[in-house]
């Protein structure tokens, strides 16, 4: 059984790996099993499962929209209770091909045995279908 602060501490550490654009092994945080949800009805929405799926078919799809040396991401909360842990962030980019991706998301991620085994994330599909998919 995880305690709260264990499984905070296993998200923050995701965060900070995936801001640091040091090519951290990203893919460590999670369960081989792991799902990533995105809703809505974007080319990126639906579940994606296991490493491949998450890492390459879903976060490659979207990274591939954006210039990446200028992504910045904020963590504005962190909180939850047991295994499930809410992150509220925003997410700045410039998009290839011009324009900003500038959006304020929000997921709730599932930890277990120091892994992350679920994530389901919320955002703006329509700010993400004009920034991101209208030239694709």
């Given amino acids: 059984m995880n305690s709260t602060e264990t499984s905070k501490d296993v998200v923050r ?11 951290a092994p990203l893919g460590s945080f999670f369960a081989e099993d792991a799902t990533w949800t995105l809703i ?8 994606w499962h296991g490493h491949k799926g998450i890492f390459e078919d879903f976060l490659g799809l979207a990274f591939s929209r954006l210039r990446t040396d200028t992504l910045d991401l904020a963590v504005l909360d962190l ?14 980019a410039e998009v290839h091909g011009g324009g900003v991706y500038d959006q304020h ?15 389901r994330e919320y955002f703006d599909t329509e700010h993400a279908r004009r920034t991101l998919f209208t030239a694709a």
């Fill in 13 to 23: 550490n995701y965060v900070a790996a995936l801001t640091a654009k040091d090519g």
């Fill in 40 to 47: 809505g009805d974007l080319p990126m929405s639906g579940t």
């Fill in 79 to 92: 909180f939850g209770e047991g295994e499930k842990i809410t992150l509220e962030w925003t997410s700045k």
């Fill in 105 to 119: 998301c929000l997921a709730v991620f599932t930890v277990r045995d120091g892994l992350i085994t679920a994530v």
